[in-house]
């Protein structure tokens, strides 16, 4: 595969389940990222990981949970979400440096229930 | 904190003929970078054209173009010649020092045979 993966594409869940959102990349990439997307709004930078650490959290409940085993994966651990937690999530990756083009995957679209 | 406002929900343009979207952004910095984004209906959000500030040349890519007007913070997109595979959400976005991109909320725009 190329670019940027993104599984499951879509989710539903119940507010009780515990459920993961996984990210690929494959183009050497150093940086990775989660941003989502509700309807009408613009898209939300939630977390920002470069070289594997964690460098940005924007204010994101406790419920999202990311992790970033390496350079290419990212997750998204999700447990006890609410309804306004359901939307597209993006996942992309960069180069670390400075004003680098984001590649984005195709997105999950998370329902919960 | 940087902004991004894209004043048009919504455009339309019919095949073969041009239109432009609105941008206007915020930014108390003055070395920054501005991107075009297109999100078409499958979700996969790829880059469109990107403008560095300190360029006052305006960004060229084969269709689509910028007007960058940096004292009044204005980032518009031009697309000419207007194709059906043209249709799909554009979203501005700015990205200062280091690699966190902040977006507007979208202008959908529909291409009509």
């Known amino acids: 595969e190329t670019g940027v993966t993104q599984t499951p594409r879509h989710l539903v869940m119940g507010m009780t389940n515990k459920k993961s959102l996984k990210c690929e990349q494959h183009?050497?990439?150093?940086?990775m990222y989660w941003y989502k997307q509700s309807a009408k709004k613009p898209l939300e930078l939630m977390f920002v990981y470069n070289f594997k650490e964690q460098t940005e959290n924007n204010s994101v409940p406790s419920r999202f949970s990311p992790e970033c085993p390496n350079s290419s994966h990212l997750f998204l651990h999700l447990h006890t979400l609410q309804p306004e937690d359901s939307a597209l999530y993006l996942c992309a990756s960069s180069s670390a440096a400075s004003y680098n083009e984001q590649f984005f995957g195709p997105g999950t679209r998370l329902t919960v229930l | 904190a940087q902004t991004v406002t894209q004043s048009q929900p919504e455009m339309s343009v019919q095949e073969a003929e041009t239109v432009t979207l609105s941008c206007t952004y915020d930014?108390?910095?003055?070395?920054?970078?501005l991107f075009w984004y297109k999100q078409p209906p499958s979700r996969q959000m790829i880059l469109v054209i990107r403008?560095?500030?300190?360029?006052?040349q305006n960004a060229t890519e084969n269709r689509f173009s910028v007007n960058f007007q940096k004292a009044a913070k204005s980032f518009s997109l031009k697309i000419s010649d207007s194709q059906l595979g043209d249709a799909a959400m554009y979203f501005c976005a700015i990205m200062e020092y280091g690699n966190k991109l902040v977006f507007g909320a979208g202008t959908i725009l529909r291409v009509k045979s």
């Open positions: 183009l050497g990439h150093n940086a």
């Open positions: 403008q560095e500030a300190y360029k006052q």
């Open positions: 930014t108390s910095e003055s070395d920054y970078y």
